[in-house]
């Protein structure tokens, strides 16, 4: 798979859809803990973007995301305690008019989040989360430039795609997950031993720059699910890009852009022809 992502001839125009369907895009700056940061600061600042974002919502902080580390220091599955304040300030969600995009904040992160609200609507495209993001970060720095809080100087990116697929004509139950996903394979054996219910997996890839030195990795999970409304079967597809750390904002926006590459690569490598013309794949 890592081969045909980064292939000469792939890495030139990126797969496009009329009617893709992402239903939630977040794009994560983590950085270290701004020191002195309360919530009358988080307060404050919700009323200098109280026009974008007239409405709040206040939520448990989210764990801690630590960059991601490459060979002999890389990340392996185990059990992590952490000792800190017994209460840690909350994050914040500022949300828009009509709830579709949020600005979530806490200590250690700015998080842009688009999420389809209305039926039907369509992701807004990453050029739009892209100049968004960033405005909304310069913003957030100069903010705590004023209060007199040490801004962060180096961060790490995450950048997220849900998407939800739905059964229609083309599937209709969950044992069909092999129609869907092209790294998907059901078991050869003779009808009625043993028939595929559903199917829940995760994977990961690393990426590279151009000089061949590792700077993100891409994380899969496909998930059955059931939609609320009518009870049809469905999967979500996420693809998480995160990166390592980075030297400044622009080294941030730099691995946004390469992370979303890798993932609109993904998603249109591991999704079935089916899929694409459903989908209105140009």
Do not use: C
């Not at 902080?61 to 300030?89: D, K, M, N, Y």
């Not at 369509?122 to 809080?149: H, K, V, W």
């Not at 996903?181 to 151009?210: H, V």
């Amino acid at each position: 798979m890592e081969e045909a992502l980064l292939t000469e001839d792939t890495l030139t125009l990126l797969p496009s859809y009329q009617r893709p369907p992402v239903v939630e895009v977040a794009m994560t700056a983590h950085f270290n803990p701004v020191e002195g940061l309360h919530v009358g600061h988080l307060g404050a600042y919700w009323q200098s973007i109280r026009d974008r974002f007239p409405a709040l919502e206040q939520h448990p902080p989210a764990p801690r995301q630590e960059p991601e580390a490459f060979g002999a220091t890389a990340w392996s599955p185990g059990i992590r305690i952490e000792l800190g304040p017994a209460a840690l300030p909350p994050r914040f969600w500022f949300l828009s008019q009509d709830s579709a995009v949020i600005v979530q904040l806490q200590q250690d992160r700015l998080v842009l989040n688009w999420r389809r609200v209305a039926a039907g609507a369509l992701y807004p495209r990453y050029d739009f989360m892209r100049s968004r993001f960033l405005d909304e970060l310069t913003s957030y720095l100069a903010f705590l430039e004023a209060e007199g809080l040490a801004p962060p100087v180096k961060f790490h990116g995450e950048i997220l795609y849900v998407n939800a697929i739905t059964s229609g004509e083309s599937w209709r139950t969950h044992g069909e997950a092999p129609l869907l996903f092209t790294q998907l394979r059901a078991l050869p054996m003779s009808k009625g031993l043993l028939e595929q219910e559903d199917i829940r997996l995760q994977q990961r890839f690393t990426f590279q720059n151009p000089e061949g030195a590792s700077t993100g990795r891409l994380y899969v999970q496909i998930d059955p699910v059931v939609l609320f409304d009518t009870g049809a079967p469905g999967y979500h597809l996420t693809l998480t890009a995160r990166g390592g750390e980075s030297a400044d904002v622009e080294d941030l926006l730099d691995f946004m852009g390469a992370g979303r590459d890798r993932i609109v690569r993904a998603f249109d490598a591991m999704t079935t022809s089916t899929l694409h013309e459903e989908w209105g794949k140009e």
